[in-house]
């Protein structure tokens, strides 16, 4: 049949036609607008709709962003402006600019500014070998752009040279230990707490001091006692040094060596403290004691210890079956009817303990979910190793377990953080409710009521953005699985 | 510390927990401080300005307080307290008196176990509506929506009053003041409600002030005073009798601006008692001899404070109305300094 076939065919092409262009309907942005937006007639309904309701909300909330108007002094004055313009809306963000401090620091002394700005530029400073342990790079990047930070906001506060020669001169020192010695910032995050409590309340010195004594009873009992008493004996005592420590010698200790020495900063009392100052006190101090609570206690439900077992269980489920607002009530009323007339036992630090105990139930949960994921055959390598319960839970059980629920802890850190704005139920100024209540009581600011929301949800997003982003670097970094 | 002062304390919390209630005046005078519960931020009545200074009419009050019970009107530290924190705060301590735009009914004299010492303030609960809704009185507000804030007694008020002239009204439930002011503005409701102070402290902001007008009906009774513990009778004579003095002050003409002179050379007996010139009027209280006429000094008398914080010439413009001298019509009636 071939033979026929050559005889009838007069032309037999032997060059490849020129690939031609798709049709328009299969090609660019038709083909995805069809695929994706029109693909049928129902498809293509929605997308209207959905065109028709974005044009509704953006056409009211793009004209108020666009006038926005950064000078006014006064809602009235701003509403006059706009009107004097002949425009019908705009954002009046004269109120942020005028109320800016308020936001960030509450009633903070304002020529005390410098205290908690050096505190946070040194909370980055701490927190970079928990985050980025030993990286050169990483610890130097960040102390260096704390120092920027702090030495800019000093310099935009117009703050004096000599003072700024000091917080700068701590800091580029911080940066410089960074580059040489990475590994050693952990000495920076161990004294953080003491020293960030120093200069943010202020006063003598000495308490910090000598409440860091306490912990150093812990570690000298379990250098020394470890030999006698093993591991878990020898925290154990010390730790029950530190508590009589703490009780019974501690508050004598340090009024008297404030008596022979009296050095310190200018005592801010806690009612000053507000905005995000106050947010991120609650929220980094909450969080980083709510990690090893939570561990603990998640450890202390998969106890065969009774005891050790059944207070775990109660404390989580108590703390998580009861309203975080209920705690905060708790917090700040219920304690001052058990405490005797007088004593001032600090509403934030109250309203911090019960933050990270709600935050620790969660966690423990979270963190037993991560251990019970962990194949069996994991825990009973560890036994056939010959490893005791602790070595076995720091050095196979727990990484694994954590690197597993990296997720549901960012996710409860990030919960954690935004419920610091509910301390204004209990009268605290939190920026989102407590602030902008007292701005608008200022009858220059009654009646505004989109730009606080606005400005303090914007401000919120940045930093559990950045929470998220961080957990999802940690998580790329620890996968050691090869899907 | 303060966790081991927490420790310690809770294992004798229990034995001494009953003796609060005994002699605020001496735990003021020994810390040298007064704490003062407030609000968390009401316009011309307490709130902090962009300095941190709080303001307002019964911040004023505060003010002499700390004037007359420690000599110096700025050893008064103010304690924010919310609708829900306010009376746990004082019945737990955390304050030495309340003055917190706090309604006096007797379930809070007597279940609460509060005295409320004066009535610095007489509100009572009003409407505001549009002006175009050609409304002139609250009687004619059949069928309106009204936004309302919501666990206040004026929720309580609100269908009282509807009840009992056979209205019907939907309600449209708010948080809080602004909430409220945004939703009235934006239509979602006829009429808003409140106290006439805070209507008209609303209606200064609004961005017509002009088109929205304030129904004359008031339809309750809102006695604001300053309130302390039950029990402890002294402290509540000192937070009373400052508050008269600042009363009588008005009654007499004595301003903060002349209240030195008036002292040095007027004749009238109760002035020159009130001022400490003569008897000891303060002694019978504890306090100085010259104790109310350093709280006169501090703020100012009542009319003072009225007109500087919610008065005629400040953007809220309340009217004295309720709150007039008894001599002028009004409620605001002192004892005699005898």
């Known amino acids: ?483 | 510390m303060k966790r081991s002062v927490f420790f310690g304390a809770l294992t004798v919390a229990g034995l001494a927990a009953g003796a609060s209630a005994a002699a605020t005046l001496d735990e003021v005078k020994a810390r040298g401080e007064l704490i003062c519960g407030s609000n968390t931020g009401l316009a011309g009545f307490g709130a902090p300005d962009a300095s941190g200074n709080w303001q307002g009419f019964d911040v004023a009050l505060c003010k002499a307080l700390g004037a007359s019970v420690l000599g110096d009107a700025t050893k008064v530290r103010f304690v924010p307290t919310t609708g829900e924190t306010r009376f746990t705060a004082l019945a737990s301590g955390e304050v030495d008196v309340l003055i917190r735009n706090s309604t006096w009914t007797l379930t809070r004299d007597t279940e609460l176990a509060f005295d409320f010492v004066a009535v610095n303030y007489y509100d009572g609960q009003g409407f505001m509506v549009k002006r175009d809704l050609g409304v002139s009185s609250a009687k004619e507000l059949d069928g309106a929506t009204v936004c309302i804030q919501t666990g206040t007694t004026t929720e309580l008020n609100l269908a009282d009053f509807f009840k009992s002239n056979n209205m019907t009204y939907t309600p449209v439930n708010v948080a809080d003041d602004s909430e409220a002011q945004r939703q009235y503005l934006a239509g979602a409701c006829d009429a808003y409600t409140t106290d006439a102070s805070g209507l008209a402290a609303s209606r200064a902001t609004m961005p017509d002030p002009g088109s929205h007008v304030i129904l004359p009906e008031i339809i309750s009774k809102e006695p604001l005073g300053p309130v302390v513990r039950h029990g402890d009778n002294n402290w509540g004579d000192v937070v009373r009798w400052t508050y008269y003095a600042l009363l009588t002050a008005e009654e007499k003409g004595i301003t903060a601006a002349n209240v030195e002179e008036v002292a040095a050379s007027s004749t009238d007996p109760e002035v020159r008692r009130l001022l400490g010139v003569e008897g000891d009027m303060g002694a019978k209280l504890g306090l100085d001899p010259d104790a109310f006429k350093r709280a006169i000094a501090a703020v100012g008398n009542y009319g003072e404070v009225f007109e500087a914080n919610v008065g005629e010439a400040t953007p809220i413009g309340l009217a004295r109305g309720l709150n007039a001298l008894w001599t002028q019509g009004g409620l605001q009636y002192a004892p005699p300094f005898r």
């Not at chain 1, 049928?40 to 962003?65: D, E, M």
Request: with cysteine.
């Open chain 1, 1 to 483: 049949m071939s033979d026929t076939h050559a005889q009838t065919v007069r032309f037999v092409r032997d060059t490849m036609l020129p690939a031609a262009t798709a049709p328009v309907g299969e090609r660019g942005a038709v083909k995805w607008l069809r695929e994706n937006l029109f693909a049928g007639p129902w498809n293509s309904a929605l997308t209207i709709l959905a065109i028709f309701v974005l044009y509704q909300a953006l056409s009211s909330i793009i004209p108020w962003l666009l006038n926005s108007m950064w000078n006014a002094g006064s809602l009235s004055e701003c509403r006059e402006i706009l009107a004097a313009k002949g425009d019908t809306s705009g954002a009046c963000w004269g109120v942020i600019r005028t109320r800016w401090h308020q936001y960030m620091f509450g009633f903070y002394p304002p020529d005390l500014y410098w205290r908690p700005l050096l505190a946070f530029g040194l909370l980055f400073i701490a927190l970079s070998p928990v985050l980025y342990y030993g990286s050169r790079q990483a610890a130097t990047a960040i102390a260096g752009a704390a120092t920027a930070f702090v030495l800019l906001a000093l310099l935009g506060l117009g703050e004096g040279a000599g003072r700024l020669a000091v917080v700068g001169g701590v800091l580029l020192a911080l940066t410089a230990l960074a580059w040489v010695a990475p590994k050693k910032l952990v000495w920076v995050t161990a004294l953080y707490a003491p020293v960030c409590f120093l200069l943010l309340w202020g006063g003598s010195v000495w308490s910090p001091v000598v409440a860091l004594l306490g912990f150093g009873l812990i570690v000298a009992a379990y250098i020394w006692g470890q030999g006698v008493l093993g591991t878990v004996g020898s925290v154990g005592a010390g730790i029950v040094l530190a508590v009589l420590f703490w009780i019974y010698i501690d508050v004598p200790l340090a009024i008297a060596l404030s008596a022979v020495v009296p050095i310190g900063l200018q005592p801010v009392a806690s009612n000053e403290f507000g905005g995000f100052l106050l947010a991120i006190i609650i929220g980094v101090t909450a969080i980083s004691f709510s990690l090893p609570l939570g561990i603990l206690l998640a450890l202390g439900r998969q106890s065969n210890l009774f005891i050790v077992k059944t207070l775990s269980v109660g404390f989580i489920e108590f703390i998580r079956g009861v309203p975080l607002i209920t705690l905060l009530f708790t917090a700040s009323l219920l304690l001052q009817y058990f405490l005797p007339p007088g004593t001032n036992f600090d509403i934030i630090l109250r309203v911090i303990i019960l933050v990270t105990f709600f935050a620790a139930a969660y966690l423990a949960e979270v963190i037993r979910g991560g251990l019970a994921a962990l194949p069996r055959g994991q825990y009973e390598a560890a036994d056939a190793l010959g490893l005791d319960y602790w070595q076995a839970q720091r050095l196979i059980i727990l990484p694994q377990a954590l690197k597993i629920s990296i997720p549901g802890i960012v996710s409860t850190f990030i919960g954690l953080f935004k419920d610091t704005t509910l301390v204004s139920f209990v009268g605290l100024m939190d920026p989102l409710r407590g602030v902008t209540q007292i701005v608008r009581a200022d009858l220059d600011w009654k009646g505004i009521y989109w730009e606080p929301y606005v400005f303090v949800g914007a401000l919120f997003f940045v930093m559990c953005y950045g929470m998220s982003q961080y957990s999802q670097y940690l998580e790329r970094k620890l996968r050691t699985d090869h899907r």
